[in-house]
């Protein structure tokens, strides 16, 4: 498969445990995030967002939590399966003032690898 | 519901050649924006267009271009390759106005050698 980033920091987590992906975010203008999911030879898959007006948000298995304050992201999955292996990114998105066009500002991913 | 197309999958040139990659949006999508992802520098934004028209551009050369369709179906343009233009270059689509995340394609990998 194409390698999507040859030095991602790495979790490792057995199957079934809960998983935890950290991102800290730097404009604090940023009101909506993201989390994607990108499995190898694939685009980023969205997987659950949360608007800045906001601190929790949960998707099926799926818990993203907002800290504005310390601008951290986290993204929690819960029964972790071997199926949720994959780099996983947190993007941020500011409506910039003209008119509504905004753009995606990705961190540098974390690879999720699930073990047996 | 057909996903974001893109075209072709995979294209190795030769440094000083120019490319153009294709992009069809889902349908009903009317906004489309160009990433590049590579390794080192991982996915960064290239530029976004609603309508025809060029709404934001990121921090790339002017080597780099794209446009849109009256059919809301992209291109983008890379002239004079460089070997550093090597990428995974990924198309996304939104119904633009509203506050969901892109869709995206599953890209064009470019090499150039």
């Given at each position: 498969g194409e390698s999507v980033g040859l030095h991602l920091p790495t979790l490792s987590v057995q199957e079934g445990d809960n998983s935890i992906i950290n991102c800290a975010y730097s404009n604090s203008a940023s009101d909506y995030f993201i989390w994607y999911k990108q499995e190898s030879g694939k685009g980023p898959q969205f997987i659950i967002d949360i608007r800045s007006n906001m601190d929790k948000r949960q998707g099926q298995r799926v818990t993203v939590l907002l800290n504005k304050t310390v601008k951290h992201l986290s993204l929690q999955i819960a029964a972790t399966q071997p199926g949720d292996s994959a780099v996983y990114f947190c993007a941020e998105k500011e409506d910039l003032n003209t008119g509504t066009a905004s753009k995606l500002t990705f961190g540098t991913g974390t690879r999720l690898q699930v073990t047996l | 519901k057909a996903g974001v197309t893109q075209t072709p999958r995979?294209?190795?040139?030769?440094?000083?050649?120019?490319?153009?990659?294709?992009?069809?949006?889902?349908?009903?999508?009317?906004?489309?924006?160009?990433?590049?992802?590579?390794?080192?520098?991982?996915?960064?934004?290239?530029?976004?267009?609603?309508?025809?028209?060029?709404?934001?551009?990121?921090?790339?050369?002017?080597?780099?271009?794209?446009?849109?369709?009256?059919?809301?179906?992209?291109?983008?343009?890379?002239?004079?390759?460089?070997?550093?233009?090597?990428?995974?270059?990924?198309?996304?689509?939104?119904?633009?106005?509203?506050?969901?995340?892109?869709?995206?394609g599953s890209g064009t990998r470019l090499t150039v050698v």
């Open positions: - | 995979y294209l190795i040139k030769t440094r000083g050649q120019q490319v153009t990659l294709s992009c069809s949006p889902i349908s009903g999508h009317r906004s489309v924006s160009w990433y590049q992802q590579t390794p080192g520098q991982g996915l960064q934004f290239l530029f976004e267009y609603f309508s025809e028209t060029q709404r934001n551009k990121g921090n790339f050369p002017g080597r780099f271009s794209g446009r849109q369709f009256s059919n809301s179906r992209s291109e983008m343009n890379v002239s004079t390759l460089e070997l550093g233009d090597s990428a995974l270059y990924l198309c996304a689509s939104s119904f633009y106005e509203t506050v969901s995340g892109y869709t995206f």
